[in-house]
Every structure is written in C-alpha cells, then in structure tokens.
C-alpha cells in the first residue's frame, strides 16, 4: 500500500520561512517524481513545483520561482518544500504526488497539509 504524508505546515507570519516533507512507503521511491500541488480556498489545485526522480532537475511555477526549493533524499524516501518569504497568497492546503519517472501523470497523492500566512 503507498503511502505519501506530509508533514512541515503550520500558521507563519508573511516573510516567514516553512519545510514541509513528504514521506513516502510502499513504492520505488528512486522510480518516482516528485511534485508539489496546493489548493488554496475556493480555488483550483495548483502545481507548485516537480523533482526528477533522478533528483537532478527541478521546475517551479512562476509565483514561487526564488522562494521555494524542493529537494529529496532517497536514502530517506522523502521529498521536501522549502518556503521562504511567504506571502499570504501562499495561504493553502499543500498536497506531495508521486509521477512513475518522467511520466506526467501523478499516481499517487498525500492527504495534504495546511499552510497559512498572516500578513
């Protein structure tokens, strides 16, 4: 059974820094890409950033471009968001998901965590 949990979210001032983790079980950890989604109220889930399974290539969308880094540690099976300078546009569930190598489609999800910043 595959497992995706994330942990790491919480009530941050704006400008304030978050990690979150996604620990992941029950999968070829090595064989998956990693990305980040988040849903913010009343809106469509959004992509935040992806990994390569390889762990050497990452791509963000543009609103977080500069602030946010995602990094993985296979030996640990888990993947991680750094958040620095939040705004409170960042204010949201945020989701980890698992894509089979360059595959596009993510197969599995985390149950989400919640992130939000007060101005």
């Known amino acids: 059974q595959v497992q995706l949990v994330e942990s790491g979210g919480g009530l941050v001032q704006a400008g304030g820094s978050l990690r979150l983790s996604c620990a992941a079980s029950g999968l070829s950890f090595r064989s998956y890409a990693m990305g980040w989604f988040r849903q913010a109220p009343g809106k469509e889930r959004e992509f935040v950033g992806r990994?390569?399974?390889?762990?050497?290539?990452?791509n963000y969308v543009d609103s977080v471009k500069g602030r946010f880094t995602i990094s993985r540690d296979n030996a640990k099976n888990t993947v991680y968001l750094q958040m620095n300078s939040l705004k409170p546009e960042d204010t949201a569930v945020y989701y980890c998901a698992a894509a089979r190598m360059s595959s596009a489609r993510y197969e599995f999800w985390g149950q989400g965590t919640q992130v939000t910043v007060s101005s």
């Open positions: 990994i390569t399974w390889i762990g050497d290539i990452t």
